[in-house]
């Protein structure tokens, strides 16, 4: 549900109760809102890119030598 969508302004309860109404209807709250999603997208694709370059990193590592088979 972003704020800028038809959903955030047709929220069941901001019409059962009008101070969370008043709240939702905010520039202030649906700024908040959007700015706690934009961090956590940026810190999602931060782990991501944490995740692949760890992964690169491990597969640079050189196997351990094998001994020879003696046949």
């Avoid at 009008?18 to 905010?26: E, G, L, T, V």
């Avoid at 520039?27 to 999603?37: D, E, L």
């Amino acid at each position: 549900m972003a704020p800028w969508s038809g959903f955030w302004d047709r929220n069941f309860f901001a019409a059962a109760l009008p101070m969370i109404d008043a709240i939702a209807s905010s520039p202030y709250a649906r700024g908040a809102v959007s700015g706690v999603g934009v961090v956590t997208l940026l810190a999602g694709v931060a782990d991501l890119g944490a995740a692949f370059a760890s992964r690169r990193a491990t597969s640079d590592i050189p196997s351990p030598p094998t001994l020879p088979s003696g046949r």
